[in-house]
């Protein structure tokens, strides 16, 4: 019983093509987070959303754009993605006190 | 930004043997949480420790947090192959419920 869903599980997209990664939820959690994963490192956080409120790291590229159109769903847009860009997306979800993330099976970004 | 380091980057055990990792952070917390992740997966949910705690134990998981020096660490009892995966630590550093995820750990546990 999936909680955390992302789709898809791998994305392929051209340099500079933007694209769009998502992620639903099925636990009326008031927190959706965004990580990127790169290989053998920690996730980073790009930002999050507590309900409609929108938190963004102020070392998050201008490149990375998030939405979320209701409580189940949340997206990340990609305006012009680079070779840097290559990566693991995880989403992650967690209740008002914030005491446990759930988490997505990620989305595996490449950039040709 | 990350919020702080986990040593050692990796460890390689026989199973049945004790696995120790350590994770430590910058700012104040309210929480300290560790995360598994299997290769290519997500990340899963072990434990909690909170501020005002100094031990915690969840079936062959141990915690401790040292607040004065801003220190936790992880032991794993009785290790089996099925452990072998990434174990990361996280912290939530304030009122702002951004969570912060240490460098991580990779364990290797040998049959």
């Known amino acids: 019983d999936a909680m955390v869903i992302q789709n898809p599980r791998y994305q392929v997209t051209q340099f500079g093509k933007p694209v769009t990664l998502s992620c639903s939820q099925t636990l009326n959690h008031n927190v959706m987070y965004w990580y990127q994963q790169k290989s053998s490192q920690a996730p980073k956080l790009l930002f999050h959303?507590?309900?409609?409120?929108?938190?963004n790291e102020a070392d998050t590229p201008d490149n990375f754009q998030s939405r979320r159109p209701n409580t189940s769903f949340c997206f990340l847009d990609i305006r012009s993605p680079g070779l840097g860009d290559a990566a693991m997306y995880l989403c992650?979800?967690?209740?008002?006190?914030?005491?446990?993330?759930?988490f997505g099976s990620g989305t595996q970004l490449s950039v040709l | 930004s990350q919020q702080g380091e986990e040593d050692p980057q990796a460890l390689s055990i026989q199973e049945g043997e004790n696995a120790t990792m350590n994770c430590s952070y910058k700012t104040s917390i309210n929480n300290l949480q560790w995360y598994r992740q299997n290769s290519g997966r997500g990340l899963v949910h072990l434990i909690l420790i909170r501020s005002n705690e100094r031990e915690k134990h969840s079936g062959r998981l141990r915690v401790t947090l040292d607040t004065s020096k801003k220190s936790s660490s992880l032991l794993i009892t009785a290790s089996r192959a099925a452990d072998t995966a990434s174990y990361f630590c996280?912290?939530?550093?304030?009122?702002?419920?951004?969570?912060?995820f240490g460098a991580g750990t990779r364990l290797t546990v040998k049959p």
């Open positions: 996280a912290t939530d550093a304030g009122n702002n419920n951004d969570m912060r």
């Open positions: 992650a979800t967690g209740g008002f006190t914030n005491e446990k993330l759930f």
């Open positions: 959303y507590y309900d409609k409120d929108f938190n």
